[in-house]
């Protein structure tokens, strides 16, 4: 009896487990196949109950009352439906999710558990199954809720089957709970947008890098390209204006100058903006004297104050101390403020000022101010002021000229310099420009020369020595041979790399003057041959880059290639003086 009891109580489960399967879709979904197992379990049910009729679950018989403990059994919400759509039977899992209990449940229609925006059409759905039913899940492709005791919804999953009983036919509901994986999927979906965002986004920054090196390389092009042809403007016209002229030549040749420099202001101006937009502006630390670098400033601008008969005057407080930073940024922005101060008065005056705002222990903050009592500005223009090529639309505009850039400049500079600048104008009354700058407080002295203000040069003793000039244009060539004749000291003259390499190997020369662009060789290739050289003979012959690229990593790449300095096209006779100066020695008769 017991190994009876013991292999009917395994059947049982078996049969069970199988009835389970086919509930969640594990089993083929056919009609038959239901039958045959719901009667199975019918007959072993009933030969359990006659062996240990302890065995059954209550007090009900039937397949009915097998069914509902099946249903009971499931890890999923059950509900058992009739035709009419009225809850015949419902489980433990259903209370749970829904929220209400069996006897609010049993008896009412299924559509109570239907959220309202979808109840109009349940009915004809629940029909068209009842006409043809079938074990299939409900509501395949779309997004099924159910509507919870609290009014809130849930996202669900349902499997319908038909099922036979003593009673008529009913749908069977299998209602599975998906918000945690709605929500992986949602998450999922976020995960893929933001990847496919981020791969748009590199490709946009690849995109934009690609753009800015084309327009930094274009714009480093370009100065190129003009500076060349202006080293031979420039050198011309300083060449004749040292020679005695006649008026209307001299007159001539100060305005193929002054134009040539305009020219070459606006080139620089250009090439700053086009530095700063691609972010290629490395600030210095050094230690100066802020007092050094607006002296500087002013000095430069004194002779267009003079001409304009403006008074021109600088102070700056005696407390501030000497600083650590970029000189010569500090020295642009002053200086395009004082030259556009001076540009817009006419007699009357401008003063520069900077006071100290706060000294801590390592740094201190300082407020620069440019004051003129010119024309002023329109308030409506004050907003664009600092946008570049923005100009003041005065009637004198176009006389006075710029490039509608300096400012934007400025505004660039000194946001690099942890400040900010602003202005205050009134037509007729004149302008306040104005800007903040931090910067690390100095530890040593400042050099002399630390301002970058141009000093004038006692422009020395005659320099002695074998010079090597190196210059592919031919015209520049020429004006090489004269300006170094000008200088007073003989040289020679080769037109690229490889002539280069070998007058340094057939001859002694104690300074080389090398341009960087050439033909068969450039400069920066034949520097490294001649230092390859050195390392055998022990010889080390000074070398001055000559180039009309004018970025600072122009310089590095001409520092690293072995030169010992360098030169920014145009080339004027200072240049080669102070050059010659500083790399030979003096003759003996002038030492």
């Given at each position: 009896?017991?190994?009876?009891l013991?292999r009917?109580?395994?059947d049982l489960a078996?049969?069970v487990a199988s009835?389970?399967?086919?509930?969640d879709?594990?089993?083929e979904?056919s009609a038959?196949?239901?039958?045959?197992v719901?009667?199975?379990l019918?007959?072993l049910?009933?030969?359990?109950?006659l062996?240990?009729p302890?065995?059954?679950a209550?007090?009900?018989?039937?397949?009915e009352?097998l069914l509902a403990?099946?249903v009971?059994?499931?890890?999923?919400?059950?509900?058992?439906?009739?035709r009419?759509?009225?809850?015949?039977?419902?489980?433990a899992?259903?209370?749970?999710l829904?929220g209400?209990?069996?006897?609010?449940?049993?008896?009412?229609?299924?559509?109570?558990?239907?959220?309202?925006?979808?109840?109009?059409g349940h009915?004809?759905?629940?029909?068209?199954?009842?006409?043809?039913p079938?074990?299939?899940?409900?509501?395949a492709?779309?997004?099924?809720?159910?509507?919870r005791k609290d009014?809130?919804?849930?996202?669900?999953?349902?499997?319908?089957?038909p099922?036979?009983?003593?009673?008529?036919?009913f749908t069977?509901?299998?209602?599975?709970d998906?918000?945690?994986?709605?929500?992986a999927e949602e998450?999922?979906l976020?995960h893929a947008?933001?990847?496919q965002h981020?791969?748009?986004?590199?490709k946009l920054?690849?995109?934009?890098?690609?753009?800015?090196?084309?327009?930094?390389?274009?714009?480093?092009?370009?100065s190129h390209?003009?500076r060349?042809?202006?080293?031979?403007?420039?050198?011309?016209?300083?060449?004749?204006?040292?020679?005695?002229l006649?008026e209307p030549?001299r007159?001539?040749v100060?305005?193929?100058s002054e134009?040539?420099?305009?020219l070459?202001?606006?080139?620089?101006?250009?090439?700053?903006?086009?530095?700063?937009?691609?972010?290629k502006?490395?600030l210095?630390s050094?230690?100066?004297?802020?007092?050094d670098?607006?002296?500087?400033?002013v000095?430069i601008?004194a002779?267009?104050a003079?001409?304009?008969g403006?008074?021109?005057?600088?102070?700056?407080?005696?407390?501030?101390p000497?600083?650590e930073?970029?000189?010569g940024r500090?020295?642009?922005?002053?200086l395009n403020?004082?030259?556009?101060?001076?540009?817009?008065?006419?007699?009357?005056r401008?003063d520069?000022r900077?006071?100290q705002?706060?000294?801590?222990d390592s740094d201190?903050?300082?407020r620069?101010e440019?004051?003129?009592s010119?024309?002023?500005?329109p308030?409506?223009m004050?907003p664009?002021?600092?946008?570049?090529?923005?100009?003041?639309?005065?009637l004198d505009?176009r006389?006075?000229?710029?490039?509608?850039?300096?400012?934007?400049?400025s505004?660039?500079?000194v946001?690099?310099l942890?400040?900010?600048?602003g202005?205050?104008?009134?037509p007729?009354?004149g302008s306040?420009?104005?800007f903040?700058?931090?910067?690390?407080?100095?530890?040593?002295?400042a050099?002399?020369?630390a301002?970058?203000?141009?000093?004038?040069?006692?422009p020395?003793?005659?320099?002695?020595?074998?010079?090597l000039?190196?210059e592919d244009n031919?015209?520049l060539?020429?004006?090489?041979?004269?300006?170094f004749?000008?200088?007073?000291?003989?040289a020679t003259f080769?037109?690229?790399g490889?002539?280069?390499?070998?007058a340094?190997a057939?001859?002694?020369?104690?300074l080389?003057?090398?341009?960087?662009?050439?033909?068969?060789?450039?400069?920066l290739?034949?520097t490294r041959a001649?230092?390859?050289r050195e390392?055998h003979?022990?010889?080390h012959?000074p070398?001055?880059?000559m180039?009309?690229?004018?970025?600072a990593?122009?310089?590095?790449a001409c520092?690293a290639?072995?030169?010992?300095d360098y030169?920014?096209?145009?080339l004027r006779?200072a240049d080669?003086r102070?050059?010659?100066?500083r790399?030979?020695t003096p003759?003996?008769?002038?030492?």
């Amino acid at each position: 009896m017991d190994i009876a009891l013991h292999r009917l109580r395994n059947d049982l489960a078996v049969a069970v487990a199988s009835v389970e399967a086919f509930i969640d879709g594990k089993l083929e979904p056919s009609a038959v196949n239901y039958q045959r197992v719901l009667d199975a379990l019918y007959d072993l049910n009933a030969q359990a109950s006659l062996l240990a009729p302890g065995l059954r679950a209550g007090a009900s018989t039937g397949k009915e009352s097998l069914l509902a403990a099946i249903v009971e059994g499931s890890p999923y919400a059950k509900i058992l439906i009739d035709r009419r759509g009225r809850i015949a039977l419902v489980n433990a899992q259903t209370e749970k999710l829904f929220g209400y209990t069996r006897s609010e449940l049993l008896g009412q229609t299924i559509d109570m558990l239907v959220p309202e925006r979808f109840r109009r059409g349940h009915p004809a759905l629940r029909d068209a199954f009842n006409e043809a039913p079938s074990a299939r899940p409900m509501g395949a492709g779309r997004d099924l809720y159910g509507r919870r005791k609290d009014g809130s919804e849930v996202p669900i999953e349902i499997g319908l089957n038909p099922v036979e009983s003593e009673t008529g036919t009913f749908t069977l509901a299998a209602i599975s709970d998906i918000t945690e994986r709605k929500r992986a999927e949602e998450a999922r979906l976020i995960h893929a947008g933001v990847q496919q965002h981020a791969t748009e986004l590199e490709k946009l920054n690849r995109e934009l890098a690609s753009a800015s090196r084309f327009k930094t390389q274009f714009v480093a092009t370009m100065s190129h390209e003009l500076r060349t042809p202006l080293t031979a403007i420039i050198g011309a016209a300083e060449l004749l204006n040292s020679a005695a002229l006649a008026e209307p030549e001299r007159i001539s040749v100060e305005t193929i100058s002054e134009a040539a420099e305009g020219l070459l202001v606006l080139i620089k101006t250009v090439l700053d903006f086009s530095k700063i937009e691609a972010g290629k502006v490395d600030l210095e630390s050094r230690p100066f004297e802020v007092e050094d670098v607006v002296e500087g400033a002013v000095d430069i601008v004194a002779q267009m104050a003079h001409e304009k008969g403006t008074t021109l005057h600088a102070f700056v407080d005696p407390v501030i101390p000497g600083v650590e930073g970029d000189a010569g940024r500090l020295r642009q922005i002053l200086l395009n403020l004082i030259a556009n101060a001076l540009k817009f008065t006419d007699g009357g005056r401008v003063d520069v000022r900077v006071s100290q705002l706060h000294r801590r222990d390592s740094d201190v903050s300082l407020r620069f101010e440019v004051e003129d009592s010119g024309i002023g500005i329109p308030a409506e223009m004050l907003p664009e002021l600092f946008e570049p090529f923005s100009q003041v639309d005065r009637l004198d505009s176009r006389n006075l000229g710029g490039t509608g850039l300096g400012l934007s400049i400025s505004k660039r500079l000194v946001e690099l310099l942890g400040g900010e600048i602003g202005v205050t104008s009134k037509p007729g009354a004149g302008s306040l420009f104005w800007f903040t700058a931090n910067f690390a407080l100095a530890e040593e002295p400042a050099a002399p020369t630390a301002s970058g203000r141009e000093t004038p040069v006692a422009p020395q003793p005659r320099a002695a020595g074998r010079i090597l000039v190196v210059e592919d244009n031919e015209r520049l060539l020429q004006l090489l041979r004269l300006q170094f004749s000008d200088v007073g000291i003989p040289a020679t003259f080769v037109s690229d790399g490889l002539q280069a390499i070998e007058a340094a190997a057939g001859a002694r020369y104690d300074l080389i003057f090398m341009d960087c662009l050439m033909p068969n060789m450039d400069g920066l290739a034949a520097t490294r041959a001649i230092r390859e050289r050195e390392r055998h003979t022990g010889a080390h012959v000074p070398i001055v880059a000559m180039t009309a690229n004018a970025f600072a990593e122009d310089r590095e790449a001409c520092i690293a290639a072995g030169m010992d300095d360098y030169l920014a096209k145009p080339l004027r006779l200072a240049d080669l003086r102070r050059m010659t100066g500083r790399w030979l020695t003096p003759t003996s008769s002038e030492a």
